[in-house]
């Protein structure tokens, strides 16, 4: 059974850090690309950042460009989304999403691209 976990959501001030924290199980881990997506209160689900298999590249949307950093630790089977300067346009459920595959294209930033979801964190920023 495949299980993505996110978790290090909360509540922080505009300005402010929090680093998210999605554990993967039931999957050849370091097979996956890896994503996160952001879903505002209201709104569709929408691409923030990717990461390779090997770590070796990373995408980012240009909302988050700068801002946020994701990583990954394929020994340890978990991605991470480092987000500083939040703003309250930030808040919202944060999502992890995997895919196997061997080319990555510019699909990647799609919804429907992805296998595997997590459950999602919640990100509030207060101004």
């Known amino acids: 059974q495949v299980q993505l976990v996110e978790s290090g959501g909360g509540l922080v001030q505009t300005g402010g850090s929090l680093r998210l924290s999605c554990t993967v199980s039931?999957?050849?881990?370091?097979?996956?690309?890896m994503a996160w997506f952001h879903q505002a209160p209201g709104k569709e689900r929408e691409f923030v950042a990717a990461?390779?298999?090997?770590?070796?590249?990373?995408y980012y949307s240009d909302s988050v460009q700068g801002r946020f950093t994701i990583s990954r630790d394929n020994a340890k089977n978990t991605v991470y989304l480092q987000m500083n300067s939040l703003k309250p346009e930030d808040t919202g459920a944060y999502y992890c999403?995997?895919?196997?595959?061997?080319?990555?294209?510019?699909?990647?930033?799609?919804?429907?691209?992805?296998?595997?979801w997590g459950q999602g964190t919640q990100v509030t920023v207060s101004s």
């Open positions: 990461i390779s298999k090997s770590a070796g590249t990373t």
């Open positions: 999403a995997a895919k196997e595959t061997r080319i990555i294209d510019t699909d990647l930033t799609r919804v429907q691209w992805y296998e595997f």
């Open positions: 039931g999957l050849t881990f370091s097979s996956y690309v």
